[in-house]
């Protein structure tokens, strides 16, 4: 699959699966591997281990194996670097480079041995064709690389900008909603890193970029470039739409009777999402893209229900920025589902802006206390505004 003259895909398809390290991949996704062919020819970043043969057969569909030089290792995460070992002994010719970060983690891991190269450095592959290695460390490992293709001004971008979407359409505008599934990878895997994210991005002021090749998912291409490149600036500056998401679980009925009735009162869209019947990953780029964040549960044993535990412990570690939180729950006769749902808030960054907690079975008078609490939130929107009229008006 041609990205440019000289610049090839060669990823692998992985169709079927649906958990990615607890990632839930409802459809699945693509580990890309590119490659470039000049005097001198490289592949950027490998696939994961299964789909090694897979990898080195596209390869030789295209060149000889003898003939690339170079295999870049842009980042050591085994989805990109567990055929490392297969394809160096399938490739006899070719160095593996990587940045200083990485070399010893994929020694580590697969006890290949890769030239560390500089930030900055540039590899001359000749033919019109000159890579340069831009350092992105904590996006989202320590390892992270970029490299960048000076004249077809292609960024290879790892992580960065991928998606978790099989296909077999290549390019962002040959699919139809790559920008949502762009924002749910954002969501579960770089949002914790948002301030190395911005970093990034201000480093790339002035670098022309006409493509982004990321390792997961499609490419971006054209106007894509900028329309990714600008969302990215946004989740990570923690814009977020006037919407809000209600995530809880429920034993007996009571906490989702306090769900609905927020649900009710509330003036901006809505997502409600029982937690048992919903994935993490749908629900975390529900979160990054609602400015209120309403989480509850019913306590059990002092805490959580298990559903509710497992989701605040996945929120707090993501991090997620400029979101307002409002707890809520049931409780018999002792609490502590409440203070954990807070915890989760204060240990993520969630400013918590209310809360409410009924005991045992939530009554009417609970839902018109948990309304009118709701309501506050947002009482300056709701009063209605006169709008003078100036003298130009035109109706
Ligand atoms: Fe796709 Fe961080 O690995």
Request: with cysteine; aromatic share 10%.
């Amino acid at each position: 699959m041609k990205i440019v003259d000289g610049v090839e895909w060669l990823g692998v398809t992985d169709w079927n699966i649906r958990d990615f390290h607890g990632y839930e991949t409802r459809k699945g996704t693509t580990y890309n591997s590119y490659l470039v062919r000049g005097e001198k020819a490289a592949v950027i970043d490998a696939v994961k281990k299964p789909f090694a043969k897979q990898l080195i057969a596209s390869i030789e569909e295209k060149i000889s194996l003898d003939e690339v030089d170079y295999v870049v290792s842009n980042h050591a995460e085994p989805d990109h670097s567990g055929a490392l070992p297969e394809l160096l002994a399938a490739l006899p010719n070719a160095e593996l480079l990587s940045d200083a970060k990485c070399a010893p983690t994929l020694e580590k891991y697969w006890g290949v041995k890769a030239r560390a190269v500089a930030d900055g450095e540039r590899l001359v592959l000749g033919g019109g064709k000159t890579l340069r290695f831009i350092e992105t460390p904590m996006l989202h490992w320590p390892d992270s690389m970029f490299t960048y293709l000076e004249e077809d001004q292609i960024l290879f971008s790892m992580d960065a900008f991928g998606q978790h979407v099989a296909c077999s359409e290549r390019f962002a505008d040959q699919y139809s909603g790559a920008l949502n599934e762009a924002a749910k990878y954002y969501a579960n895997i770089v949002m914790p890193f948002a301030a190395v994210a911005l970093r990034v991005l201000d480093g790339l002021r002035g670098v022309p970029i006409k493509t982004i090749c990321p390792s997961h998912g499609l490419v971006w291409r054209g106007d894509d470039v900028e329309r990714v490149a600008s969302a990215y600036a946004s989740w990570a500056n923690g814009v977020a739409q006037e919407r809000a998401v209600i995530i809880y679980d429920s034993m007996w009925g009571s906490t989702e009777r306090l769900a609905q009735a927020i649900a009710e009162e509330l003036p901006v869209p809505y997502r409600l999402m029982r937690i048992r019947d919903n994935d993490l990953a749908e629900m975390m780029a529900e979160v990054l893209q609602s400015k209120y964040l309403f989480v509850g549960s019913p306590t059990l044993n002092n805490g959580p229900l298990p559903a509710a535990a497992a989701f605040l412990t996945y929120l707090r570690g993501l991090r997620p920025k400029a979101k307002k939180g409002f707890a809520f729950g049931s409780r018999g006769w002792g609490g502590g589902a409440l203070n954990a749902v807070k915890q989760a808030f204060e240990l993520g960054g969630v400013e918590l802006v209310g809360e409410f907690e009924c005991d045992y079975r939530a009554s009417s008078e609970n839902e018109k206390e948990l309304k009118q609490k709701v309501a506050s939130l947002f009482s300056t929107k709701q009063k209605p505004r006169i709008v003078k009229l100036g003298k130009n008006a035109n109706f």
